[in-house]
C-alpha cells in the first residue's frame, strides 16, 4: 500500500530534551514536506526537500532540522524542543517533474507532540 | 507571495441539503487548486484538484469545486451532504510557477446535522 508513515504518533517530552520524528514513504517521491497544524492557524510548512540532499526552509523554521539522506526518509529533529513547539505534525510527499501538479500530497497520519 | 483565504471557521448544514465551503486565493501567475479533507485523528485527504481546463471539477464522495478565475475562488460543493461529510476541510494554492511549494488555508470544520 503506498503511503507515508510518520513514528511516533503521539509523543510527551520535556523541554530541552532533543527528540526525533522519523518520515518514510514507499512511493519513490521526489518532493517531502513537514507542516505543523495549529487551531486557527491551518497548516503552515516547516521544511522541505526537493530530493535527496536538498532542503529548504518553509515559513516556520525556527527550532527545527531536517535531513534527506536517502530519498525514502525525511527525519524532523527537534534539538532542544520548547512549549510553543507543542503542536500536530504532518509529513506528505508528492511527485515531481513533468505531470507533477496533477498529483496531491500524500500525507501522514500525524504526530501529536507535547512539549511539558 | 501566494495566499488562501476560507472565511468560514465552521459550517453546518443539515443532512440532505446542498453544501458549500468558501475559499479564495491569492497568487502571482496561474494557480492549481486543491481540496483536502481530515477526518479525526487522521492525516489529510486528497479530495480534488483544479489544473486547467473546465471549471467545473468533480472529486471523491461526490464532491465538486468551481473555479471563477475573476473571483479569485474556488468553492468545495455538494449537492446533497451526508453526516460522514462532517471533517476538516481544507482549501489549497500553488502558483504553477513554484516548485510544488503549496500553502494551505486554515479550515473550515463542516457540521453535517442529521
Known amino acids: 500500500e503506498a503511503q507515508v508513515t510518520q513514528n511516533p504518533r503521539y509523543l510527551i517530552t520535556v523541554t530541552g530534551k532533543k527528540l526525533t520524528v522519523t518520515c518514510s514513504q514507499n512511493?519513490?517521491?521526489?518532493?517531502m514536506s513537514w507542516y505543523r497544524q495549529d487551531p486557527g492557524l491551518g497548516l503552515r510548512q516547516i521544511y522541505y526537500s526537493m530530493n535527496v540532499e536538498v532542503t529548504d526552509k518553509g515559513d516556520v523554521p525556527e527550532g527545527y532540522k531536517v535531513s534527506r539522506k536517502e530519498k525514502r526518509n525525511f527525519p524532523l529533529i527537534l534539538e532542544s524542543p520548547s512549549p510553543n513547539q507543542t503542536s500536530l505534525y504532518f509529513c506528505?510527499?508528492?511527485?515531481?517533474?513533468?505531470?507533477?501538479?496533477?498529483?496531491?500530497?500524500?500525507f501522514g497520519s500525524g504526530t501529536r507532540l507535547t512539549v511539558v | 507571495a501566494q495566499s488562501v483565504a476560507q472565511p468560514e471557521d465552521q459550517v453546518n448544514v443539515a443532512e440532505g441539503n446542498p453544501l458549500t465551503v468558501k475559499c479564495t486565493y491569492s497568487v502571482s501567475g496561474n494557480p492549481y487548486l486543491f481540496w483536502y479533507v481530515q477526518y479525526p485523528n487522521r492525516g489529510l485527504q486528497f479530495l480534488l484538484k483544479?489544473?486547467?481546463?473546465?471549471?467545473l471539477v468533480k472529486g471523491s464522495y461526490g464532491f465538486e469545486a468551481e473555479f471563477n478565475k475573476s473571483q479569485t475562488s474556488f468553492h468545495l460543493k455538494k449537492p446533497s451532504a451526508l453526516v460522514s461529510d462532517s471533517a476538516l476541510y481544507f482549501c489549497?494554492?500553488?502558483?504553477?510557477?513554484?516548485?510544488?511549494?503549496?500553502?494551505f488555508g486554515t479550515g473550515t470544520k463542516l457540521q453535517v446535522i442529521p
Open positions: 489549497a494554492v500553488r502558483d504553477v510557477r513554484s516548485y510544488q511549494k503549496v500553502t
Open positions: 506528505a510527499s508528492a511527485r515531481t517533474g513533468q505531470g507533477s501538479a496533477t498529483y496531491g500530497y500524500t
Open positions: 483544479y489544473i486547467t481546463g473546465d471549471n
Open positions: 512511493m519513490n517521491h521526489e518532493y
